[in-house]
Structures are given as structure tokens and as C-alpha cells.
């Protein structure tokens, strides 16, 4: 909808947008329930304190308030504006705003590109005009708004904004649906959650997501953003957002819908059908200030873990509980979720020995059952233990709630690690000692996997923030300096062996191999290589070369060598008779395990590496992962661990190890070169990448390099 | 705890513990907050209607109620005692009950086995002698009881037995840990499920899960069992139960937990070594009437869906909202979980555009901008469609949602299909319509996410339900007759020759081979079998033939024969000098797509299959499946489509497809082998299994019988 602005762009400040001094209701109805009418009744209920001007040519009052006939006649100061009239009107009314010096406008009609035809198109078309012409920065058209929950200037209208007990809090919601974002609000609050601004971005026709994300990540009243993302071909904003919101240590809850629409364009390497565009929004939101999140109940869980301000040093969790069945559950659900449950140390097992109560395990889960004057010294006990980086305590239930709650409170109050409360107690009892423990910073939660599935991805968060600040390896360092390859002026693809000096020329270990035309095979004496061999036909023309029949391995003998060289021509001929062939390699054999390593410069995210186990399977069951590009050989060794079928390289069932280091390297290296050679090249595939043996090093086996299509 | 019982015992009536006329209460205090004083608390509160006998020597009136010296004492019929002295004194006090003819008791004390040392097993058994020798049925000890929520007859304590806001209802509970039963019934009656019987097993001394399992199932009024697991070595039990609750159709949901605590004795094969505790239960899980969920708020709005008592037909969903984003986070959820969402049917596309309203979306989901006067009438058009199985439908917000909730409920009425609400008002508004639509039989959820698994969940058991009534294929038929196998007297495995003249005779094709000694075969004018070939030793003593390097592949000549011959024989001298060799085995080379096809008798579910992908990638990503056996062939189908290697069998980018027909019959026939001899074969193992292309069948290339350890 909107066009690609690059990432370095500067960021319009939407003060006078969120703060106005006055609002102008153009298109301000008297019904109070209509569209056009609530934004001025959602005011007046709230009591707003800027001014009012609702315009309305055939009315002299709206609403109780002095109505104008035209924006170009309100006497004061106005910021913003709220445009309600037909879309035919919209343009002229947007003109008008910009004659009288308003400097924003939230355009709520819908009726322009959103209905998807030409009528829709063609005022599109002419309302970027009057942007363009009348300098006023637009939010919407096609939304439900822009809510500021601290001084009620709603310019807004929907269910949502009616809702009687919003509590202004610290998180910013910008929604791409304005029905869900209104839902997100409501829920947030409902859950504890408050929020200052709520955007509804429509059709995003000037003003974008991006523009608020950094508004508000700048706005020091902003702890949290939450964003509803329904589809986005801004790849590099949504990183450097990412990026900004580490920097400023803002998480940015994203709740991602539309990730079964795969519509990846053709590609010519596994990598890029492999790569869903989910899978690249997923690694950008791991790269970056993201926390993913499912649903409401999620995003609210994970807000209040956000704003208790307590970040947990690692995925360690104490478990208490005086339930051994809880315990079992929250146990599970911490494991599920990636979380460890380490055991206690020593010195905390002989601490809370010297207590008088029993324990039912002194393990993790800790089962106790501590008489109530006990439970405080074990908490503490506990919460010194440096064997946990965070905890997940069980509340007690009955009479004593809430003196537990008070020492609980008080305890928990001495450390700076997140302490998660499962609540015991009848949900419809004790609602005020709840509160209390909420509002001293606990995430408080009937539901063991809720919980855990919240903490594991705000922990995910905090490791995150970690080492935004500890960068792990002291920053990015090249093991091979920036070359320029001469990849020719031609496009599409690069022959294999081509493909492999690239490779090489950036330290990636290819076969050994030799190309030669089918008279100097016929005329070798002895074979150039040792053998086993293989022979491949070499030619840009065939992609496929299983398919075409153009491959024989294992030859062992010179005899077999020059048949099959022949044979391998003649079936590249057959597949296809206008191929040219460039001639026929004769290459090593190699064995060892098989890993298929990618590299894509996406249109939309740049350039990024994939890294799979070989064969079938890792595509099957999805076990590859992504990073984007350049990637340090400490990422490279991470993504190693990430799939599933790493294990394999690690030795499984007693194999010895992989050169899981070389394979680390190269990764970095294939990712060094796309980066160097970006607008150059769309793909590059090695497949197989042979993994050998600890200390032996890796080998490229095949290789394909594909150039851009696009000049350049 | 307890013994292992035969699932086709009889079961107990537990109709005078659930009713009891009147109940002693053994130890009960003066004080109504402590464990022993609370069950006579809890019923007095509770206007129980029965008689109440405390019994405790050193007291004329306890709680009000005059009390007893001894059980034995009591005048009037008592058909339960709840048993709350110190254990020591519990023997006793049980033999007292037997002497008074008091059919039950309710044990709460713990300290028995459950101390997991030496005095509390001394005491377990002293208790199980007073069982024996007084003949009353016990439940516990160390439990927080029975509730009986229509007649109040809390045999319990606990927190959650004083919540007043409990309403009895049609589920059942049992629980194996006794705070985590309440928590079940206290969300359950929060979320609107009103449950009649709690139990609290406890130590299982005498009655188990599976007796009150039974009694509840069987019960008129119960129409829904929630259960607690935390582990259990009763997998036939939890089989029979399973198939019972199919039969009168109520539906067990069940929680179970401990599964990380894998523990399985020391395989001989590889399906013993992958398949984890768990896989078997969820394996019962699957097979039986039970749903799985994973913590209480899914228990909830599973139980919701049970109540409402439309079954769905299929997983065909059909999405109606009125707000963009919500469709597509419910479709996207919907999939997640593994319903479909088919595209609505071209007469109900034409009778919508006969509506005057306009619509956003006419695919599914169906955005629509109905007016509230219209909206019944294109739900009614939606409802009819042929097209959908079940429906989640967004609800309306705003001042007209009370009208559009009565045309809802109306509307919906007509229909036997279920339909869900997701809930568009403010959380903190319109609690009385919400309540009007849930009573009315429709789930109405808050979150997408939620809904959808708990819809998910709910069709799975319901399409369990059609096909028990409506088997797919007539019954079993077995494509095999029984037969009697050779398996000799020794124990231990039989070697890979053995295992696959076994294999053979139930019909599953092996290779074609030859067993000679090692003369034999240097006499040899030709190969018995046409190259290429493979040799094997052949040995009861050597398990793990590739890493003893007893087997050559791929031997093209006499000579080469001849020689690998020797060469492998000696290997497995060295390997094992103690080994017996019964010969060297030639094999025909077969290829194809392997699989791993293993049976195993386990102890405690009885005899199943597995299937996998060949490769270590099926065990590393747990990509395998199980059927208890026998399997039919139709059964061994869906064991195919449910690996998601699968899909190489299908025929996977362009190969041809495998003869996937003929593995289902080796899975079949391999499941009637065990069957047959389940008490002589612990385990068999075909790795690989090779399918080859469609029409060419199977051909099981190394197999292992493991024979039973036992005697028979």
C-alpha cells in the first residue's frame, strides 16, 4: 500500500498528533453512535480538555458544541483533524485542512484502495494528491483511529473506545486491523495492562506503521509496544525497528498473522522454495526487540513480565510449591517452553534442612510444606540461591492468604530476579491480596502453561538484551577480506564449476576437479584425479543435473572414466538439445555427513544464509534455520545447534564429531560473500556441503550460483 | 502402589460411598479450619442431609454434633467413614469400621508409603492387612477425599471444597494429586462447568482410578470424566477404559503429566529405544474416548463443548466476522490445529449477494458488514451450507448486541452443527448476554487460539465417537492366518535368518538369501543368487552387525564373494571370539525407500507397532508413530499419513510413488504376528524395510526377533 522507505529515513514527531490543543471533527454527526458521531462523543464522555470544532455545514451545533461550516473558519488552534465525510469528499476536505494549517488528519472512511477495484484505486490516487498538495500528514484512510488514553483525545471511534474502565498505562498498541487493535487494548486493560496510544493504521496511505513504532519507542512514557501485523514487504524497516527497540530496551510484543500465504517467487535453489516468508519474519523478530506472541492472553501475560521490570538473567527456574501435583504441571510447562529446572545447591538444601518443616522434595519443583510462619525464611532461602535465575511460586490458598501475600511481597522485594506467582486461591476470592501482588510486580497467573509460555519468551527477550550490550564475540570479526568476484556480464545462473571458485575465493573448500572437453578425456593417459571420481557435465543450461542424467559417481577405473564421460554428454544432449556445454568436470568423490547451505539476497530483507541437514527430510520436516547476513562464526555455531538434526554432527550414537567448526566458518565465509556481492547475486546453494570428520575441514560438492536479474 | 488388576474385572459399586445415609467421621476435631475438623465443617456448611457421627473419645459433642467414643458405638446406618487420625492409628480404626459393618471409609492421613521410607512402608502394609481382614473398601490414605457437589457429602477437605460458589453439573473428576482435583473443579465451575463427583485417589491403597472411572462412566448423570495422571503402569486399564468410555459415549478429558520422566528398560531394537513412556499413552489417548489437554482453562472449554452436545461431523469450519483481522486470526488458528477451511458453496455465495448487505470477504473467512436486521439471515445461509461441519462466528459489539445474541441463539437452534462464539464485547460488559449464549450450548471464548485447540480437540473424540458406531472397514479382517512359529527354546534373540523365516511365513516378503559355512561358499562354481549381493554373518551373538563389520554390500563378482566371505567371518571373530556362527548369509541387494517397521509387547499397554522413516533422522526428530495390536490395514494407512516422512512414500518432488499398500499390509501382518505370539516375543525390529515402487511391494532386508525373558 505504501511505498518502501528506507530504513535510514527520519521519523516525523507526532507531538502534535497525540497532544493536539484542538481537534476538528470534520463530517461530525449529531447521532453520538454513528461513526462520524462518536469521536466528538467519545470526547466529550472522556472529557478531553483540548478544544472541539466539530465542521458540519448544515448544522450551527453538534453535539452540544458550535459547529463550522468549512475547516478554513475555526478561529483556534487546531492539531488534528478527524475526517468522516464520504470518501468522494475526503480530498477536498484533507485540501482544506492543509489551507487552514492543521497539521495531521486521521482520515476513519473507508471506500479507497481497500475495495479492491478501480473506483477504489482511482480515489486512492486522488487522495495521495492531496497529501501531496496540502502537506498534511495522514493517518488511515479505511481505520478506526488514533486513541490517546492519558488525555482522551480519542480520535477515534469503535466498541473499544467506549469501554468505561481504560486505565492509562505504559504500553502503545499499533494494529494493522482496527477491530483487533481495539481487542488488544481492551484485553491489555482487562489483564492490568494499561495503555497510552493506540493506533489503527488503515490503509496506510502516508503514515505507516513504522512511523508510530519509532514515535512511540522515542516517547519516554512508552515501556512496551505491541503490534498487530497482518503482512508487510518492509522486510529492512521492520529490522531496524528491531534493532531500535534493543537499542532503547523496548520490547516489541508482534503478533504476526498471515503466515500461511506462501507465495514465494519461483526460485532456483531448495533454499529459496525451503524459505517460507514466515521463516524470515520469525528471524527477524529473534534478531531484534521482538517477543512473538500468539494471542490476547499471551500478549497480556508477557506485558505484565514487561512492566514488573524485573529481567531474568537466564532460562534457570526455581519451582515452589506446597502441591506436588502443581508442581509436576508447572515443572512440564517450564520444559515445554525451554526453560531448566536446575536442582537446588547444597548450601541452600542444608539452609532450609535447619528449618522445622518437611519437605516432600527438596528437588526442583521444591515441595514443601512449611507451616506458614516457615514459608517467608524458605523463600528467602530460596531466592538467595544462585543455582536460579528466576522463580515460579505457587501461592498459598485459605485464611492466610493474605498475610503469606505481605511477607511474599516484602520477600521477594529483596531480589532483583523475576519471581511468577501461580495463584492458589479460588479465582472468585481474594481479589484484592491478587492485586496487591500484582501491583508490587508479580505476574500473577491461574494457568501453569500460560505462565511458562510467557516467561520463556521474556526471558527469550532478556538474553537478547543481554547481549545486545555483551556482544558475545566483541563485535563482528571477517575471516576472509572483501573480494570482487567476476561473475560476468551475463545473468541467471553460474556453471557448478564457476559457482565453486567463487566458493573457493572465499576460503569455502570445493572438490577437487578439473574440467576438460570429451576429446582431451578420451586422450588422458592417466586420470588427473585419484580415483573413486566423479564426471559431471559442466553447463550453465542444466540446473537439474540428477534430473538430466548428467552425473556418475564412484568411477574407478579410466576405462569407466572415458565411457562415462561420454555418456554423461550424451544425456545432457538428450535432456536438452541447445545446451551448451562448457565442458565435463572430473571431480574427487568425498564423503561425509551432508549439510545444504543457502544464501538469498531477499527482495524484501536482504540477504540472509540458510543452513539444513542433506537429503529430503530436513526439507520435509522443515529443519533448517535462518540468519540474516553477515553472520559471525559464533551465530554460524549457533544456528549448527538449532536444528534437530544437528545432532548428527555432533557424533550421534557414538559416529565421532563433525568439523562443526569448519562448518561454522563457512557459513560465515558463504554469508560474507553475499553481503559483498548483494545487488550482484540472488542465490547461491551448496548442496551438498560435506562435513568430515573433527579437524578434516568441510567440502562444497556442488554449488550453484545465480545472478540477479536486475541491472545494476 | 497398587496392583496390577485384569481389565475385565468387575468393578465396584460405589453408590453407598457417594450417597452414604449417614458417615462417621473418625478423629474429627473442634477445630473447623484443621484437616480433621473440615469434612464435618464442610457438610454442616453445606446443609449435607445425612447423618453426621463424629467419633472422638475425648469429646461429648463435636462441631455441635454429639460425638462417639468408638465407631462401633453408633447407633444409626453409616455407610462411609472418613478416616482422619494419625497413621499409626489408622489400622485399627479400619477394623473398628469393618466390625461396625461400615462398607467404606475415606483415608486422609498421610504418612504411609507415600513417606518413601521404611516406616511408612511397614505401615502401608499393616494397612492392607486391616483392608484384607475388615473388608471395607478404602480410598486413599493420604488424599483430601471425596465431594459428592448434588448431595454435599464432602468426605474431603481442602480449599477448594468451601468455595461457595460451586453448582453441581454433569463432569466427574478424579485426580491423582489432591490440590490439583480442586483446582480442576474450582476453573471448571469458574468457566461454567458444574461438576457432581471429586475424588482424590491418593495412595491407590485399595480402590484405584480405574474403579471410580468405571462407577462415574457408568453413571447416568455423568456425561463427562476429567482426570489427572501423573503415572501409571496400567496401560491395559487405561485401554479398557478408553474403549468403554467410546461405547457410552462420554468422553474422558484427561491431563497427564510425569512425561518427561522417560524410563524404559534397555532395548534390544530401536522402537524400544524410541518410543518413550509416552508415545504409548498418547497411543491409548488417541485410541480410546479420551481427549488430551494440557492445562485447565483448555479443560474448560473443552468441557464446554462436551456439555453443548453437538457433535461436529468433520473438521470443516466455517469463519463469519465482521472484523478483518479477527477472520484471519481465527483461519489461522483453525489450521494451526488441524481443521480445514473450506471455501463456502456457490448457492450460498448467490444467496448472500441477494442480501443487501455488502461483504468484505465472501471466501472463508466471511467478512461481512451485514446490517443487525440481515445478520441472522446470513448466518442462516451459512448454516445450511453442505460445506461446513462446525462454525466459529465472531459476535456483534455495541448497544445492539442483546438483539443480535436472541436472534443468535434462535437462529443457531436449528442447526445440529456446533457453533462457536468468539466474543467481541468488552470483557467487563454484557456478562448477562454472554451467559444467555452459553447456556444456550455454544462455547464462548474470549481468545482464538483457545478456541480453536479446544474445537480441534473436541472433533477429534467426535470423529472417534462416528467411527466406533461406523467401523471403516467392517471390522477387522486379518490377511494372515494365525500360525505357530518355530521360535525354539532358548531365549534371546533368533538370529536375522530366523527372524525372517518367521516374517516370512506371515507373508511380509524378505530378501531372497542363502545361509552356507564358509566352505560352502569357497566351493562355489557360481553365486546362488544373481550379483549384486550382500554377505552377512549370521549369529545369535552379534546384535549390531555394522559396527561388528559382519555384512559387505554390493559384491558384483565369484571372487570378491569368495573373499568377503572370509573376511567378515573373521571381523566377527574378532568382534566376539565367544560368538557362535551359524553361517554366512548371501542376500539379493534390494533398494528402495527405507523404512524402520518395529512390534513390541510391552508390559504394561500389550503388544504395538511402530513405524518410521529409515535413517537416523525418524529417530532424531521423533518422527515415528504407534498402533496397539493388531492393526488393520486401514489403521496401518493412517500410521503411514501421520509420519511426515510420509510424503516421500507419496512419491516426493516428482518420484514415483512407493507401494505404499503393500507396507500397510506388512505393518498388518507384523501386528497379528505379535499378537499371536505375545507372550513369546518381547520385540521385533525389520530395519530396514525397503518399499519399493508402487505395485513392486516390500522386502524386509534385516530383521531382529527378540524372544520373551520369561518363562512361559
Redesign the interface.
Known amino acids: 500500500m505504501s511505498s518502501i522507505k528506507k530504513a535510514e529515513k527520519a521519523w516525523p514527531d507526532l507531538t502534535r498528533l497525540l497532544y493536539p490543543s484542538g481537534v476538528a471533527v470534520i463530517g461530525a454527526s449529531i447521532k453520538p453512535?454513528s461513526i462520524s458521531g462518536q469521536p466528538l462523543a467519545h470526547m466529550i464522555a472522556g472529557r478531553y480538555e483540548g478544544k472541539l470544532f466539530p465542521v458540519n455545514p448544515s448544522r450551527t451545533e453538534v453535539q452540544g458544541l458550535a459547529a463550522y461550516r468549512d475547516v478554513r473558519e475555526i478561529p483556534g488552534p487546531v492539531d488534528a483533524a478527524v475526517i468522516a465525510v464520504p470518501a468522494i469528499h475526503v480530498p477536498e476536505a484533507l485540501e482544506q485542512c492543509g489551507e487552514a494549517g492543521i497539521p495531521y488528519a486521521v482520515v476513519l472512511t473507508s471506500g479507497f484502495i481497500d475495495l479492491g477495484n478501480e473506483a477504489g484505486a482511482a480515489l486512492e490516487k486522488r487522495l495521495r494528491e492531496s497529501i501531496a498538495k496540502s502537506g498534511v500528514r495522514v493517518v488511515g484512510p479505511n481505520c478506526v483511529g488514533v486513541m490517546n488514553l492519558t488525555n482522551r483525545a480519542y480520535l477515534a471511534f469503535g466498541?473499544?473506545v467506549?469501554?468505561k474502565?481504560l486505565r492509562p498505562g505504559p504500553m502503545a498498541i499499533i494494529?494493522?486491523?482496527?477491530?483487533?487493535?481495539q481487542?488488544m487494548m481492551?484485553?491489555a486493560n482487562?489483564h492490568g495492562v494499561g495503555c497510552n496510544y493506540v493506533v489503527s493504521c488503515g490503509n496506510e496511505t502516508d503514515l505507516h506503521l513504522f512511523d508510530f513504532a519509532h514515535e512511540f519507542l522515542d516517547r519516554e512514557e512508552v515501556k512496551l509496544l505491541a503490534i498487530?501485523m497482518?503482512s508487510s514487504v518492509e522486510g529492512a524497516h521492520i529490522r531496524a525497528l528491531g534493532q531500535h527497540a534493543l537499542r532503547v530496551n523496548k520490547p516489541i510484543l508482534i503478533l504476526k498473522?498471515?503466515?500461511?500465504d506462501v507465495s514465494r517467487r519461483a526460485a532456483s535453489s531448495h533454499t529459496g522454495r525451503i524459505t517460507a516468508d514466515y521463516a524470515l519474519f520469525r528471524t527477524a523478530f529473534r534478531e531484534g526487540g521482538y517477543i512473538e506472541v500468539?494471542?490476547?492472553?499471551?500478549l497480556a501475560d508477557v506485558a505484565r513480565l514487561v512492566i514488573a521490570g524485573k529481567y531474568p538473567k537466564g532460562r534457570r527456574v526455581g519451582v515452589l510449591t506446597?502441591?506436588?501435583?502443581?508442581g509436576?504441571?508447572m515443572a512440564?510447562?517450564c520444559?515445554k517452553n525451554g526453560l531448566v529446572l536446575p536442582q537446588i545447591s547444597e548450601t541452600s538444601k542444608e539452609n532450609l534442612l535447619k528449618l522445622s518443616s518437611p519437605f516432600a522434595s527438596l528437588g526442583n519443583p521444591i515441595d514443601q510444606m512449611a507451616s506458614y510462619s516457615e514459608q517467608h525464611k524458605m523463600l528467602e532461602i530460596i531466592l538467595d540461591d544462585p543455582s536460579f535465575d528466576q522463580y515460579m511460586v505457587r501461592s498459598v490458598?485459605?485464611?492466610k492468604t493474605g498475610e503469606w501475600a505481605e511477607k511474599f511481597i516484602e520477600t521477594s522485594a529483596k531480589t532483583d530476579k523475576p519471581v511468577i506467582v501461580l495463584w492458589?486461591?479460588?479465582?472468585?476470592?481474594d481479589a484484592e491480596i491478587r492485586e496487591s501482588i500484582e501491583s508490587a510486580g508479580h505476574l500473577c497467573s491461574?494457568?501453569?502453561?500460560?505462565a511458562a509460555r510467557a516467561v520463556a519468551r521474556f526471558t527469550d527477550f532478556a538474553i537478547k538484551r543481554h547481549r545486545f550490550d555483551n556482544p558475545p564475540d566483541c563485535g563482528f570479526s571477517r575471516l576472509v577480506p572483501e573480494r570482487s568476484l567476476e561473475l560476468g556480464n551475463g545473468r541467471g545462473a553460474l556453471n557448478e564449476h564457476q559457482s565453486k571458485q567463487c566458493l573457493a575465493q572465499y576460503g569455502i573448500p570445493v572438490t577437487r576437479e578439473i574440467v576438460l572437453d570429451l576429446g582431451q578425456i578420451e586422450a588422458l593417459g592417466e586420470c588427473p584425479i585419484s580415483f573413486p571420481v566423479a564426471v559431471k557435465v559442466v553447463s550453465c543450461d542444466i540446473g537439474h543435473k540428477t534430473e538430466a542424467g548428467v552425473v556418475k559417481l564412484g568411477i574407478e577405473t579410466l576405462n569407466d572414466l572415458k565411457r562415462e564421460a561420454k555418456v554423461v554428454r550424451d544425456s545432457a544432449l538428450r535432456y536438452l538439445p541447445t545446451a551448451h556445454i562448457e565442458g565435463i568436470a572430473i571431480q574427487e568423490m568425498v564423503s561425509g555427513i551432508e549439510v545444504i547451505l543457502g544464501a538469498v539476497n531477499d527482495v524484501n530483507f536482504g540477504p540472509y544464509v540458510m543452513l539444513g541437514?542433506g537429503?529430503?527430510?530436513a526439507e520435509?520436516?522443515n529443519?533448517v534455520t535462518h540468519r540474516f547476513s553477515p553472520v559471525s562464526v559464533g551465530e554460524a555455531m549457533e544456528m549448527i545447534a538449532e536444528i534437530?538434526?544437528g545432532?548428527?554432527l555432533k557424533g550421534?550414537?557414538g559416529d565421532s564429531p563433525a568439523d562443526i567448526s569448519a562448518l561454522a566458518e563457512a557459513i560465515h565465509k558463504l554469508s560474507c560473500l553475499i553481503v559483498d556481492h548483494g545487488n550482484q547475486i540472488a542465490e547461491i546453494e551448496i548442496n551438498p556441503l560435506f562435513v568430515l570428520p573433527k579437524g578434516a575441514g568441510v567440502v562444497a560438492a556442488d554449488a550453484l550460483i545465480v545472478r540477479s536479474q536486475e541491472e545494476h
Chains 1, 2 share one sequence.
Not at 322 to 326: E, I, M, N, P
Request: net charge negative; charged share 20%.
Open positions: 453512535n466498541g473499544g467506549s469501554d474502565s494494529s494493522q486491523s482496527g477491530g483487533f487493535g481487542s481492551t484485553f482487562l498487530y497482518e498473522v498471515g503466515n500461511n500468539n494471542d490476547l492472553d499471551e506446597g502441591s506436588g501435583g502443581w509436576v504441571m512440564e510447562q520444559e490458598a485459605g485464611p492458589a486461591s479460588v479465582p472468585t476470592r491461574n494457568y501453569a502453561g500460560r541437514l537429503g529430503v527430510y520435509l520436516l529443519d534437530r538434526g545432532e548428527i550421534y550414537r
